[in-house]
């Protein structure tokens, strides 16, 4: 499925809509390049779950947890990750196999330990169609 956004708000009102369907145990990883709107769709994917909490990428700790909404909600940040064995020591199978849902920013770069069954999306800018202008790709998952 692809959705176009034409504003930080409507990537914002998407990522809301995902966190609103979500249900335990989904695993979403998150790809794009740097300021393409992954934090703003991560803020709309917590309104989603009714969390009120300030919601920023966790570039430093990896991981964020955030228990206060309707389903917990583990955001990852593994750009700075240097090796899969750096996630085995924050214990990431807890989290991906929990009862909250995982939203993995540069997910790409720890393929190797992903579940088979995740919702991939990917954010793209054209900038010849727009400054604001996403291309949204999601993959696993149909939202309504």
Not at 42 to 56: H, K, N, R, Y
Not at 61 to 78: A, N, S, W
Request: aromatic share 12%.
């Amino acid at each position: 499925m692809i959705i176009e956004t034409a504003s930080a708000q409507e990537t914002f009102a998407l990522g809301r809509k995902i966190g609103e369907q979500a249900k335990p145990g989904q695993i979403y990883t998150l790809i794009g390049d740097l300021g393409v709107g992954k934090t703003v769709f991560t803020q709309g994917v917590a309104q989603g779950l009714d969390i009120t909490e300030p919601i920023s990428s966790p570039t430093f700790t990896i991981i964020q947890v955030y228990e206060e909404g309707r389903l917990p909600f583990y955001h990852f940040d593994v750009y700075r990750i240097g090796d899969v064995e750096e996630m085995e020591e924050i214990g990431y199978d807890d989290y991906f196999f929990g009862e909250g849902i995982c939203l993995i920013e540069w997910a790409n770069l720890i393929e190797e330990i992903l579940p088979e069954n995740i919702i991939q999306i990917t954010i793209e800018k054209d900038l010849e169609k727009d400054f604001d202008y996403r291309r949204i790709t999601i993959e696993g998952v149909d939202i309504i």
